[in-house]
């Protein structure tokens, strides 16, 4: 019996609107967090995200079902309590732009000090320990609307570490960063997950990241369907394919990414391998073409000192080429 | 009966029906104004009389028309309004300055404020008024009785005439008190002739008193008229006479605090010229000016918190006691008037203050004296004003 | 053990709030000293001292003219500048007050009630009290500040969305507004100035008796804003994040609009409506202190409204000038400009963040 801080049992979620029938989003749900994971969960727009995030957050209300948290009821917990298990980032506005990095952190202190606030000596250890946890103890005094989109994040996600939850739970925490800060932020989440057993869970739309660091991965697709796993497992099952594919992408199980698809292009045979050979069949996909054997047209790459591809037309006519630019445009010329 | 517009010439014919009715009606009027004591032709002198004390009217006798002028009160070397007064059936000369003629004497009014009421009824004039503002702010008798009998019509608040009652009212003049803002556009739009009665304005009891004569130009009633204002005068400087040399005036102030304002009347005001004329010390006497003064609770209090006598006008609905007035305000108990009961009041809602007191300022006057200086004067009942009630 | 919220006292903060507080005992001293009746400054320490016995009208301005005065000032300063600041971290809102929610309008729909429209009817008196009295009048404010409260409250467990009720507070305003000019049309011209100068607003007008119930009210009012800093302090994380630490945002919604409702209505039913006061007092602490934790900004607005009232009661009450100018128009002469200047600065900095 492996102990799930949080898991779900016949979850259904969705939304009511006035005087119609309440659309479900998913049901029969049946899902856990673990401490130590960290979960990621993955799905195209519309198909019940950023909903469950906030159902598991206690913001919206299940249709059916029921959530345990510790193996009671949600329903069951006082507010206070509650904040002692679960703690969130969101993507709303706040208007604490004129407070200190210290201030914004030690406001996760709120379910644990009394009247006014003040804040005990071990409360002044955690916030800082949460500040240095997300690497940002040297801006603790820095006020919150001078910091960077990313420095924001982390330390809205060291106010939740201040919260001192076993949970918690980020709704599109990278959507607004730049590549550089989602990496930074992700393999944060990830370490802190690991090296404090808490339970992570995080909504986003970055697959490459969420492939690289989650211990689990939720798939939501469109219909009623969700998925869970390791990330490798649900490739290794096909289980993105089905997912993600769409007329014209392709899910590569290999590298992990998408892929364009054409089945009408064009083939060009490719002599060579290695770095070249990856790159121009990205080229030549980009632009209608793909690589296959029959074909009047050939490229050769050919690395004797310098780097040049050699195109062979149908017409039996060799072009020398020094970029790939070069070689796209002559290939399209040809047309 | 058919469904059908009706021919055009009985429309014209209805039309000129109705248009004659409309103008018969004066024709007929005309006939019994020539037939009147004032109204024939055949008086060629007017009885004249010319203001005295009031500054703010003046009258100019030609053969044929009087000439009235009244200066604006806010601005005293502008005249506001001339108007030409010109017995029925004769052609105003050629000579006469621009202003509003009016055929006199005048048959019916309409009066703009409860305060009119006591000229017309001096002059034994209401019968001529078909018109007034509101019921519920005049006193008279005779008036109320007539408005109850429709013989006198009402057409609305002062501030905002309801036009279309004025026109059912139908005056010939409409009388009014001076305002500085233009209230009284539409009903010059409307063919109404105006008549601006600024005796408030005046500064002294026997200059708004003496309106009456302003009044009586427009009815050739200037005998009466001349005769009230001469006994009230006389009455009125008897009375001063009596406490002229007295030693060791009595101190006197007046108002109350309205909001966060003190308003004390100016040491040039109506007011201060009864205190004067009563043989009191008014203690703004020095100010220079006719209207109110505003000030603050702790000016008035400094020079005012020993006076001998308090003095206030107020508009209550019920019995005005010390016990109301304490209510008031916290700081009202303070002066050495209120402690000493030595508050002179008159409620304007129960008095004919405002109706009748305009016309006896020496009644106004006695009252004062009679308080001020108990004992002076044998006989006088108050009329106006008394020491404040206790309970 | 235990470390204040607070910096230690000689940080930028802590100076600013000595500061203030001693140029309150200053303003106090001054709006004591001066006024239109001009007393030497032995008289004024004769009149504390208790040894003024021939000079009964000194002692009566100082003690019972500008001594309650000062004090109402104070108090009704203090209390407006907070009730602002909860207005506006409540609904997220530079531009809300105090009277924001239409309790003020509902004060002056309960004084024109009796001001303009039972001096119509035949009664005199209620209980005792003369209907026509400076006390009926504060009753009346206060019943019309409460009836407007309680239906706020009503409103605000309803609605769940701050603008909307917002916008009840300003419909509940447009419609005291209205009834207060219908009675205005119908009324005589004297109850109508009436009217108008009780609108001006004035702190002269509290006695000594009477403050007995307004120091201790204002000061309880003040004493809960002091009670919900932290409260007020998670609500600026929005209401999801305030949720998720735990915060009970209707319990805490309701606790804001009751206090602030209750300073309002008492502080309005004394003193008139003031205008100005709630809404710029909370902007120039901010820019002064520059911070929006409310465990500085709450003493700090308290301190800066009494400054501020002090100030605005001296100048209208100056020396050399027989009469009291009306508070509001000082307020409205300092307010405005620091109201357009809020809306330029909006412009270029975010608020929200």
């Given at each position: 019996?492996?102990n799930?801080l ?17 659309k ?9 967090l ?6 990621c969960?993955?799905?195209?727009n ?14 919206h209300?299940?249709?059916?079902g ?15 309590d509650?904040?002692?298990l679960?703690s969130?980032?969101?993507?709303d ?9 210290f ?12 009247f006014?606030?003040n ?7 955690i916030?800082?320990?949460a500040?240095?946890s997300?690497g940002?103890?040297?801006m ?5 609307n001078e ?7 982390k ?12 949970i ?5 925490p ?9 990496i930074?932020?992700?393999?944060l989440l ?13 909504s986003?739309?970055?697959l ?14 469109n ?6 796993g ?31 698809t ?7 045979r490719?002599?060579?391998?290695g ?7 990205n080229?030549?996909r ?5 690589e ?5 047209m ?9 780097l040049?591809?050699?195109l ?8 020398e ?11 399209k010329t040809?047309? | 009966m ?21 103008t ?7 006939e019994?104004?020539t037939?009147s004591?004032e109204?024939?032709?055949k008086?060629?002198?007017?009885e ?29 070397t502008?005249?506001l309004?001339t ?7 004769v ?7 621009e202003?509003?003629m009016?055929?006199?004497p005048?048959q019916?009014?309409?009066l703009a404020?409860a305060?009119?009421?006591?000229f017309f009824?001096?002059?034994g ?9 509101q ?15 429709k ?12 036009t279309?009652?004025?026109l ?15 209230r009284?556009?539409k009903?010059r ?8 009665n ?13 309106w009456?004569?302003f ?12 005769q009230?204002?001469?006994?009230v ?27 966060q304002?003190?308003?004390?009347p ?15 010390r008014y203690?703004w ?6 209207g109110?003064?505003?000030l603050?609770?702790?000016t ?18 019920h019995?005005?006691?010390y ?12 002066f050495?008037a ?36 108990p004992?002076?004067?044998s ?8 020491l404040?009630?206790?309970? | 053990m ?7 006292v000689f ?16 303003l ?6 001066m ?6 400054f032995?008289?004024?320490?004769q ?7 021939e ?6 301005i100082?003690?019972?003219?500008r001594?309650?005065?000062a004090?109402?000032?104070?108090l009704?300063?203090g209390?407006?500048?907070?009730g ?16 924001i929610l239409?309790i ?11 001001m303009m ?8 008196a ?16 206060i019943?019309g ?16 969305d ?11 305003s ?17 109850h ?5 100068m ?5 702190f002269?007008?509290v ?6 119930i307004?120091?201790?009210v ?5 004493g809960?804003s002091?009670l919900?800093?932290?409260?007020l ?6 209401e999801?994040?305030?949720a998720?630490?735990g915060?009970?945002?209707n319990?805490?919604?309701f606790?804001i609009?009751?206090?602030t ?9 004394f003193?008139?409506?003031?205008v100005?006061?709630?809404?710029a007092?909370?902007?120039?602490t ?13 003493p ?6 009494m400054l501020?009232?002090?100030v605005c009661?001296?100048?209208a009450?100056?020396?050399g000038f027989d ?5 509001n128009?000082?307020?409205?002469i300092?307010?405005?400009?620091i109201v357009?200047?809020?809306i330029?600065k909006?412009?270029?900095l975010k608020?929200s963040?």
């Amino acid at each position: 019996m492996e102990n799930h801080l949080l898991h779900t049992k016949d979850l259904t979620i969705g939304y009511r609107e006035k005087r119609k029938n309440p659309k479900i989003l998913h049901g029969q749900l049946n899902l856990r967090l673990l401490p130590g994971e960290f979960t990621c969960l993955l799905g195209p727009n519309g198909s019940g995200k950023s909903t469950l995030i906030r159902t598991f957050a206690g913001f919206h209300k299940a249709l059916g079902g029921k959530i345990f948290l510790d193996q009671q009821e949600v329903q069951q917990f006082r507010e206070k309590d509650l904040a002692k298990l679960v703690s969130v980032v969101l993507t709303d506005k706040t208007h604490v732009g004129n407070m200190t990095v210290f201030e914004l952190v030690s406001m996760g202190r709120h379910p644990y000090t009394g009247f006014f606030g003040n804040l005990t000596h071990d409360d002044l250890k955690i916030v800082h320990h949460a500040i240095d946890s997300v690497g940002m103890l040297g801006m603790k005094n820095r006020l919150v609307n001078e910091l960077s989109d990313g420095e924001r994040q982390k330390a809205m996600i060291a106010k939740a570490l201040a919260q001192q939850t076993p949970i918690i739970i980020l709704d599109e925490p990278t959507a607004y960063l730049d590549l550089p800060s989602r990496i930074e932020i992700m393999q944060l989440l990830h370490n802190l997950s690991s090296n404090m057993q808490k339970a992570i869970l995080l909504s986003t739309h970055d697959l490459e990241q969420a492939l690289r660091f989650a211990d689990k991965i939720w798939l939501l697709g469109n219909e009623n369907h969700v998925q869970s796993g390791t990330p490798e497992d649900l490739i290794l099952a096909g289980e993105f394919k089905k997912f993600f594919e769409r007329k014209g992408i392709r899910f590569d199980n290999l590298s992990g990414t998408f892929k364009i698809t054409n089945p009408k292009a064009k083939k060009v045979r490719i002599i060579g391998q290695g770095l070249e050979y990856n790159w121009i069949v990205n080229a030549l996909r980009r632009n209608g073409y793909t690589e296959g054997q029959d074909s009047e047209m050939s490229i050769e790459i050919r690395k004797n000192g310098s780097l040049n591809y050699i195109l062979k037309k149908p017409t039996g006519e060799h072009i020398e080429i020094g970029s790939v630019e070069n070689l796209i445009h002559q290939i399209k010329t040809l047309e | 009966m058919k469904n059908q517009p009706p021919h055009p010439l009985t429309l014209v014919l209805i039309l000129v029906l109705v248009l004659d009715g409309c103008t018969g009606d004066s024709a007929r009027e005309q006939e019994t104004r020539t037939n009147s004591p004032e109204g024939n032709s055949k008086v060629e002198h007017w009885e004249k009389t010319h203001p005295e004390h009031a500054r703010l009217f003046s009258i100019e006798y030609k053969k044929d028309a009087k000439i009235v002028r009244i200066k604006n009160p806010f601005d005293t070397t502008r005249a506001l309004k001339t108007y030409l007064l010109v017995k029925e059936g004769v052609r105003p000369g050629t000579n006469l300055p621009e202003g509003q003629m009016i055929r006199i004497p005048v048959q019916k009014v309409a009066l703009a404020y409860a305060t009119h009421v006591g000229f017309f009824k001096e002059l034994g004039l209401l019968d001529r008024v078909n018109g007034i503002s509101q019921k519920k702010y005049i006193k008279n008798k005779q008036v109320i009785k007539a408005v109850k009998e429709k013989r006198i019509k009402e057409f609305g608040p002062s501030h905002h005439i309801n036009t279309e009652k004025l026109l059912q009212v139908g005056p010939e003049l409409l009388f009014v008190a001076p305002f500085k803002d233009n209230r009284y556009e539409k009903i010059r739009d409307l063919g109404i002739p105006i008549a601006i009665n600024s005796s408030y304005m005046e500064t002294t009891p026997l200059a708004r008193a003496e309106w009456i004569k302003f009044i009586s130009y427009f009815f050739n009633r200037e005998r009466k008229a001349r005769q009230i204002f001469d006994s009230v005068a006389h009455h009125y400087q008897q009375l001063t006479r009596k406490v002229e040399h007295k030693k060791d005036p009595p101190t006197i102030f007046s108002g109350k605090k309205i909001g966060q304002t003190w308003y004390v009347p100016g040491g040039n005001s109506y007011m201060a010229s009864f205190f004067k004329d009563a043989g009191a010390r008014y203690l703004w006497e020095d100010n220079r000016q006719s209207g109110s003064l505003p000030l603050d609770f702790e000016t008035v209090f400094y020079r005012a918190s020993d006076a001998d006598f308090w003095c206030i006008k107020e508009n209550f609905k019920h019995r005005y006691t010390y016990a109301q007035l304490g209510s008031e305000n916290v700081h009202y108990s303070e002066f050495d008037a209120f402690q000493n009961r030595q508050i002179i009041f008159c409620n304007t809602h129960s008095s004919p203050y405002y109706e009748e007191g305009i016309l006896e300022p020496n009644v106004i006057l006695a009252d004062l004296i009679n308080i001020l200086h108990p004992g002076l004067l044998s006989g006088h009942r108050n009329k106006y004003y008394q020491l404040l009630n206790e309970e | 053990m235990m470390r204040q919220n607070l910096k230690p006292v000689f940080s930028h903060n802590g100076i600013l709030m000595l500061s203030f507080a001693g140029s309150i005992a200053v303003l106090f001293v001054l709006n004591l000293a001066m006024g239109s009746v001009s007393i030497p400054f032995g008289g004024i320490l004769q009149v504390i001292l208790g040894s003024a016995g021939e000079q009964k009208t000194w002692s009566t301005i100082i003690l019972k003219s500008r001594l309650p005065q000062a004090i109402t000032a104070c108090l009704a300063g203090g209390g407006l500048a907070v009730g602002g600041l909860m207005m506006q971290t409540l609904f997220r809102n530079p531009l809300a007050g105090p009277s924001i929610l239409g309790i003020s309008s509902g004060a002056s729909l309960g004084v024109a009630f009796i001001m303009m429209f039972v001096g119509q009817l035949q009664l005199s008196a209620f209980t005792g009290i003369s209907l026509f009295s400076n006390v009926a009048t504060i009753i009346m404010a206060i019943a019309g500040a409460v009836a407007t409260l309680f239906l706020i409250l009503f409103f605000a467990r309803k609605i769940r969305d701050n603008a909307m009720l917002l916008i009840i507070g300003i419909m509940i305003s447009y419609i005291t507004s209205a009834l207060v000019d219908i009675l205005k049309y119908y009324s005589t011209s004297e109850h109508l100035h009436s009217y108008a100068m009780w609108g001006l607003g004035s702190f002269s007008n509290v006695a000594w008796s009477q403050l007995e119930i307004f120091i201790p009210v204002v000061l309880l009012g003040l004493g809960v804003s002091f009670l919900l800093m932290k409260p007020l302090n998670i609500l600026l994380l929005g209401e999801n994040y305030a949720a998720n630490l735990g915060l009970n945002v209707n319990h805490t919604r309701f606790y804001i609009i009751l206090a602030t409702g209750i300073l309002t209505a008492v502080i309005t039913a004394f003193c008139g409506p003031i205008v100005f006061l709630g809404l710029a007092v909370p902007h120039i602490t901010k820019m002064v202190f520059k911070t929006s934790n409310h465990s500085r900004l709450i003493p700090g607005v308290i301190l800066a409204g009494m400054l501020l009232a002090l100030v605005c009661n001296f100048i209208a009450r100056l020396p050399g000038f027989d009469n009291a100018l009306p508070i509001n128009v000082v307020t409205s002469i300092f307010g405005a400009p620091i109201v357009i200047s809020v809306i330029l600065k909006q412009r270029r900095l975010k608020l929200s963040v």
